[in-house]
């Protein structure tokens, strides 16, 4: 596919997935991801993969663990109830130290929620749902062509550092469908000698487990994990930023919704109150450097989310009490506009001026 098509984005998730190498895709139906098996089922295994619908979610986990411990590139999807379901899995994959993509279509909730969009899985997904000390780098497209762009560049992330990797969109970028033009990127080359595929000719056997019972082994396994994470935080964090000097407010979304912020600044630009963007790419790891080197002009910090306020914690760690921080979000898949985020800026700085 060599040319921009008109798809839906659960569609494109998977036509890239296939296009990146994705050899096993293991999932269940849920709503609203469930194109994404759909696709799967019809394509994957005349191109040469696997697909299983499993009997569980929790299956469907167990099953990413064995597949990626032979070393092939392998995904799974789910919405928000599944995700929540595979974090024993995800934990274990993470101790393991395997790569595999997982992409979450996230809906409302707590609990089974609704199937309108929301972005209530915010903490589920960068601090881990799972038992023990571990970090999954986490992607937040806001565009369908960066769905498929970060579906490449996922599978690489996972496999030069060993390590699950989630892409996390809400309901609305799953089935909204835009133009895209699909573009494979070679695969790196990544380290494979820790595989086991049975292949024992020419080097002893591997094994691939979690378990660690000497708690001096432990210890050693987990801060070498660490000083891979922080690899990972120095060099792979992601980030839009199109606050400029002069812009007296900066606000903070990812996701779909920072598309409707930059319709809310285009409506502010026109009455004259100046505005930038912050969209963070990766969630993990989250972009705090950003906040370090703001224009002289910005004075505030409004944080958009469809969820009753996640990543402001995360806005608030980096802005390190130098603004203040305002939250603006909805919820239960209830879903702003851009009026609404225009009003919460004016409130801002009118209240400022006073």
């Known amino acids: 596919m060599n040319k921009r098509v008109l798809m839906k984005g659960n569609e494109v998730i998977a036509e890239a997935a296939i296009q990146a190498g994705c050899k096993a895709f293991f999932g269940y139906p849920i709503t609203p991801q469930n194109e994404i098996p759909e696709y799967m089922s ?17 299956a469907a986990i167990n099953m ?3 597949a990626a411990a032979t070393g092939a590139r392998v995904m799974t999807g ?18 393991a130290d395997l790569p595999v993509l ?21 903490f589920m997904a960068t601090r881990g749902g799972g038992n023990g000390d571990y970090r999954t780098p986490v992607f937040a497209p806001a565009y369908i062509q960066e769905c498929s762009d970060l579906v490449f560049h996922s599978f690489d992330i996972a496999e030069k550092y060993r390590t699950p990797v989630m892409i996390l969109l809400d309901g609305m970028l799953g089935q909204m469908m835009e133009p895209v033009e699909i573009r494979p990127t070679p695969p790196i080359e990544a380290d494979k000698s820790w595989v086991a595929d049975g292949n024992t000719d020419k080097r002893p ?15 050693q396994q987990n801060l070498k994990r660490f000083e891979k994470y922080a ?22 979304a990812y996701g779909v919704p920072a598309r409707i912020v930059q319709n809310a600044i285009e409506e502010l630009s026109a009455e004259g109150i100046r505005a930038g963007l912050i969209r963070p790419i990766t969630l993990w790891p989250f972009p705090y450097d950003v906040f370090k080197s703001l224009p002289a002009s910005v004075k505030y910090i409004l944080v958009a989310e469809l969820s009753m306020g996640q990543m402001v914690e995360d806005v608030k760690l980096g802005v390190n009490g130098k603004y203040p921080v305002h939250f603006y979000g909805r919820c239960g898949g209830m879903v702003f506009d851009p009026s609404e985020i225009a009003d919460k800026v004016r409130e801002i700085i009118k209240g400022g001026a006073q």
């Open 102 to 122: 997982m992409v979450n279509v996230s809906r409302c909730g707590p609990g089974l929620g609704g199937i309108l969009p929301a972005q209530g899985d915010y």
């Open 42 to 58: 019809a394509h994957i295994e005349r191109r040469n993969g696997i697909f299983v619908q499993a009997e569980s979610e929790v």
């Open 64 to 66: 990413c663990y064995g």
């Open 78 to 95: 789910s919405s928000s109830p599944g995700m929540a379901l595979k974090q024993e899995g995800i934990s274990y994959m993470s101790g």
């Open 231 to 252: 690899e990972i935080e120095r060099t792979e964090c992601m980030v839009e930023n199109t606050v400029k000097d002069g812009d007296e407010i900066a606000v903070v």
């Open 205 to 219: 056997p591997n094994i691939v487990n979690s378990l660690s019972l000497l708690g001096d082994v432990l210890e």
